[in-house]
């Protein structure tokens, strides 16, 4: 596939800490346990669907500073290429990621004012008629290239990641917009088949996926009116959970754009961030479809279908 991919890239700095809750101390010494990458949503999906094979074209935001400096060369050395990368005065967001033994992880995102600019699709039309999918963040400055993508005709992809909220203010105009809609489990008001229930009555997405976390995925297929359930795949140990909704994202949309039924592309997805999670930080341990086809074949998924007319 061609996709168009626009959201945050930012410096996130890892720590991998003894246990939650942290208990006080002055210092600490966690011997290679420190680490400072490029990452972000949208460098996250890029550097996933770039493993899969997909040609991709990323837009952001980054500031005239070392850490924007870092993340140009980055790119380039990547070949991904920063031709819809705006250059602002000011700084760049970054990130610091907390994590344990366990794969838990706690994140402080300080997004400096990104949140306060907007991305003019002026000057993107060609990448956006190009496209086979767009992919937009929900980041405040992606909402002009919500309305551009569908003008264009171009089906629209979104993770929302936290929502308590069936109408939330801040992701409704992005979840209105959205083919496919992925979210976390983290933060429902209620069990999420009845929140997926909720989500498609209220939302005309084609395919909605609640990622589970260790317990799996959870999808919904508007052409058959169905939902399925998918256990976790298991891969062993996890170092960092850091990242594995981007993976289950990236490698969905990826396997789904292909042709692949939605339950098998929720099922590769599961596996591409399943082997993610055994590396730490958010843009790394992606895996080529080969490497991924071959751990697929050893395993049995079978989904569980369910109602899709929980009241």
């Given at each position: 596939?061609?996709?168009?991919?626009?959201?945050?890239?930012?410096?996130?700095t890892t720590?991998?800490?003894?246990?939650?809750?942290?208990?006080?101390?002055?210092?600490?010494?966690?011997?290679?346990?420190?680490?400072?990458?490029?990452?972000?949503?949208?460098y996250?999906?890029?550097?996933?669907?770039?493993?899969?094979?997909?040609?991709?074209?990323?837009?952001?935001?980054?500031?005239?500073?070392?850490?924007?400096?870092?993340?140009?060369?980055?790119?380039?050395?990547?070949?991904?290429?920063?031709?819809?990368?705006?250059?602002?005065?000011?700084?760049?967001?970054?990130?610091?990621?907390?994590?344990?033994?366990?794969?838990?992880?706690?994140?402080?995102?300080?997004?400096?004012?990104?949140?306060?600019?907007?991305m003019?699709?002026?000057?993107?039309?060609?990448?956006?008629?190009?496209?086979?999918?767009?992919?937009?963040?929900?980041?405040?400055?992606?909402?002009l290239?919500?309305?551009?993508?569908?003008?264009?005709?171009?089906?629209?992809?979104?993770?929302?990641?936290?929502?308590?909220?069936?109408?939330d203010?801040?992701n409704?105009?992005f979840?209105?917009?959205?083919?496919?809609?992925?979210?976390?489990?983290?933060?429902?008001?209620?069990?999420?088949?009845?929140?997926?229930?909720?989500?498609?009555?209220?939302?005309?997405?084609?395919?909605?996926?609640?990622?589970?976390?260790?317990?799996?995925?959870?999808?919904?297929?508007?052409?058959?009116?169905?939902?399925?359930?998918?256990?976790?795949?298991?891969?062993?140990?996890?170092?960092?959970?850091?990242?594995?909704?981007d993976?289950?994202?990236?490698?969905?949309?990826?396997?789904?754009?292909k042709?692949?039924?939605?339950?098998?592309?929720?099922?590769?997805?599961?596996?591409?961030?399943?082997?993610k999670?055994?590396?730490?930080?958010?843009?790394?341990?992606?895996?080529?479809?080969?490497?991924?086809e071959?751990?697929?074949?050893?395993?049995?998924?079978?989904?569980?279908w369910?109602?899709?007319?929980?009241?």
């Open positions: 596939m061609k996709v168009m991919i626009s959201g945050l890239v930012n410096i996130e720590l991998q800490v003894r246990k939650f809750p942290i208990d006080y101390y002055p210092i600490d010494y966690p011997f290679f346990g420190i680490a400072s990458d490029v990452s972000g949503v949208a996250n999906v890029a550097k996933a669907l770039s493993a899969l094979g997909d040609g991709i074209r990323l837009a952001s935001y980054v500031g005239e500073d070392e850490e924007g400096r870092r993340i140009l060369a980055r790119l380039e050395a990547e070949g991904i290429g920063t031709g819809l990368i705006r250059r602002e005065p000011g700084q760049t967001p970054v990130t610091v990621a907390l994590h344990d033994g366990q794969g838990r992880r706690q994140i402080y995102c300080d997004l400096k004012d990104i949140q306060e600019k907007a003019d699709p002026g000057g993107m039309e060609k990448e956006i008629r190009e496209s086979d999918l767009i992919v937009l963040c929900n980041t405040n400055f992606n909402r290239l919500l309305g551009a993508a569908k003008r264009a005709g171009k089906p629209v992809a979104t993770d929302v990641h936290v929502l308590s909220d069936i109408r203010p801040y409704k105009e979840m209105e917009a959205a083919d496919i809609l992925f979210l976390s489990h983290e933060g429902l008001p209620c069990g999420p088949e009845r929140f997926l229930c909720q989500l498609k009555e209220a939302y005309p997405a084609g395919i909605i996926v609640i990622g589970l976390g260790g317990e799996g995925a959870m999808l919904y297929e508007r052409s058959g009116d169905r939902i399925c359930r998918l256990e976790a795949v298991p891969v062993g140990e996890a170092v960092n959970t850091l990242g594995a909704g993976a289950l994202f990236s490698a969905f949309i990826h396997y789904y754009g042709g692949c039924p939605a339950v098998e592309a929720l099922v590769r997805a599961e596996v591409f961030a399943a082997l999670i055994r590396h730490n930080g958010g843009a790394k341990g992606f895996v080529g479809e080969e490497a991924l071959e751990y697929r074949r050893g395993l049995d998924l079978a989904p569980v369910l109602p899709a007319d929980l009241p």
